[in-house]
């Protein structure tokens, strides 16, 4: 580990050691009544099974195989089996999402998902709070991932149509436990984390989660990930009708960023220029970027939840939030098609030096109010609640300066990248974006149970939220916009947009036996534009232009869910079908389109839970039919577009996940039980264009093949306290590649085969 993370993690180090210390009184043999403990609760993960029962919302009044939406819930321990770090490692493991690299200086920032043939990066919570951090999302302080798909709107507000992805953070509970790792990967990666819970008094407890984590990234050169994060927390009131939770989480991250491999040679790789057509695809390990470029993020994040019982069935709950993160990035990545004139070894690629600064702020207060009641026969379990939040986001624009001959931006050769090569400086040019939205939202949940034994439900709910968007932006004036101003002129402007949004959902369920349920369900999504990220833009062909409609989706499933193995086995299968009706996406050129509407239907079907004690399972399957059912319409009438597949849609996707712990006896202090697993993971071909005609299109990845990904894990425990586990990620060494940029000149290639070995301590 370098010395700069562990001059960081010592204090860490130090803190984890004095806080495990700290005195505490004697453990408790069971867990405090459900109903005083928070939503999500820590188990012993040597007993707990990999299925959940509950989402973390309040808004959520049944438990799942009650709900009547698709829900995959991604629990510690699986991802724990699975070597998963962060958010999009875990997200692999789930049919029905891909990824996308992004483009310019985006490039990979954060976590770019589609979910359902939407794009979904703007639709990401912590504890059901926004989170559009541009950070890689990292676990080590994350209870379980919960991806809800369908009519999902009404939950959180505006967002895309497919759903979206709640992490949980991990908070105090009322027992003493203590769990650390070390891990040793491919690339020299390195990573520490430690998570320490202690019981102070019967009503008081301190949590305190760390991580650190340095070195390279599997399959490609140059390319590293530092990062270092502390998430202290602390309870009161545990065990009584009153409880309060304080916590905090701060995580700083210093990478070389990653803008991809130029295309060439891909399977599916087309060029007008026949040499390019033919040539030799490059090394994966390839890096195109330049010493010069880093990433640096903060992220710093503080939230208090207070609970309180106001009667038996009756509970408040409030959150308040604020977060504040930064990210300064310049990252230089390969551009557009290579220039082949002469022998290969010399052909050259253009570069493209993006720098990006991001500054987000977010306050945000929850109230809600859980209960039950009953009218006549009709028996009521409700949420009710309203939300405000204030979200901002300030990002200034950066661009070339060049003084000497030395700073012009220099090729990369297409086969042997130098990262020394000299780079062109960036700095600001006084313009920006500075952007804001403020919402205020009342909800209201209710289900309705009746029948004899309340084998007939009726789910239903609504929101209304009234949001208002500010920008004040500068922009540096052109010949063609402003003719009567020198060009390069700084030009101020404001906009503004506002709106009430309202969106519903209704499901109506059977339970023909008491661990089953079928149900029909319906829903409304709205997004605004600016709904990613708080700014508006004057530019008609932006996501962000106020002269857009907001898109609506109404989404419909009809499933069924059972609880099986005297509920150890969560089984699911359910039809859905979204339209999406103005909906806005990215094009080829990098420039915004609104559709009239675009279709997804399909078949998902999943299984999660203990087959038997020893033997887990997590499995899932979708069927996806996407289609852009009005494309956008030329001046000459026409549309390339109508009929087209969506683009990073596969039709089929499949993830298995299966473990077995084998007691085994290999002598007095080999004596614990062996633990044996693996993963198979499956992508249809997708499209990177939308288009009803794809031969017409002569440059870049077309389409990305499909891929089979086999994952392994052997695991053995010494004692119960000390254990050892090694995953390996990629067994059969497949070539594929993960995800691809809009024009189709670079991507990111799949993790080649790589290994991952971890020590696990838990006392």
Known sequence: MSSSLMFRLSPIAAAVLAFHAAPAVAQVAAAEPAATLPTVKVEDSAASEIKANQVSSPKFTQPLVDTPQTITVLKKELLQQQGALSLSDALRQTPGITFQQGENGNSTSGDSVFLRGFDTQGSIFLDNVRDISPAVRDLFNVEQVEIVKGPAGTDNGRGVAAGYINLVTKTPFA??????????????????????????????????NVVGQDGGVAGRDVVERQQWGIAPSIAFGLGTNTRITLFTQ???????????????????????????????????????????DFEKVDLNIFSGKIEHDLAPGYKITNLSRYSRTTQDRILTAPLQAPTTTGDPSTWTVGRSRQASYRDNDLLTNQTNLRGAFATGVLKHEFSAGFEFIQEAQFTPTFAVTTTTPAQVQTRANVYNPNASDPAVSLSQN??????????????????????ASD???????????????????????????????????????????????????VGGIYKPLPNGTLYAAYGVSMRPPGGDNFT??????????????????????????????????????ALFRTVSINDLARQVDDS??????????????????????????????????????????????TSTQSGAPINFSPENS?????????????????????????????????????????????????SVDDYVVVDAVLGYEFTPKIGVQANIYNLLDERYVASVNNSGQRYSPGVPRSFLATLNIRY
């Open 175 to 208: 027992d003493n436990l203590a769990t650390g790792s070390f891990s040793y990967g491919t690339r020299d990666r390195r990573r520490l984390t430690a998570d320490v819970n202690r019981k102070l008094t019967e009503s008081i407890a301190v949590r305190l």
């Open 250 to 292: 701060h995580l700083f991250q210093d990478n070389t960023p990653d803008g991809g491999v130029t295309a060439i040679g891909v399977s599916g790789y087309r060029s007008a220029d026949a040499a390019a057509a033919n040539a030799a695809r490059v090394p994966i390990s390839n890096f195109y970027g330049l010493d010069a």
């Open 430 to 451: 006084g313009a920006f974006a500075d952007g804001e939205t403020t919402t205020g939202a009342v909800y209201f949940f209710d289900t309705l149970k009746f029948g």
């Open 455 to 505: 084998e007939f439900q009726l789910n239903g709910g609504v929101r209304i939220e009234r949001f208002r968007t500010e920008t004040s932006a500068v922009v540096l004036s052109t010949a063609a916009a402003q003719p009567t101003l020198p060009v390069g002129t700084l030009v101020p402007s404001r906009l503004s947009d506002s709106d009430v949004l309202v969106s519903y959902k």
């Open 536 to 573: 508006l833009s004057a530019t008609t062909t932006n996501i962000n232009s106020p002269a857009l409609d907001p898109s609506e989706a109404d989404s419909v499933e009809v499933g069924t869910k059972w609880d099986l193995l005297d509920g150890r086995l969560a089984a699911n299968a």
């Open 592 to 637: 915004i389109v609104q559709y009239g509407e675009r279709r997804v239907q399909g078949v998902e079907l999943g299984l999660v839970g203990n087959i038997t004690a020893a033997w887990q399972l997590s499995a899932g399957y979708t069927y996806q039919k996407t289609k852009v059912s009005e494309g956008v319409i030329a001046t000459d009438g």
């Open 654 to 702: 499949v993830t298995v996940w299966s473990s077995y712990k084998v007691p085994v006896a290999l002598g007095t202090y080999l004596n614990g039980p062996l633990t044996l697993g693996g993963g198979i993971r499956y992508l249809s071909s997708q499209a990177r264009t939308v288009s009803n005609n794809p031969n017409t299109i002569t440059t870049g990845i077309v």
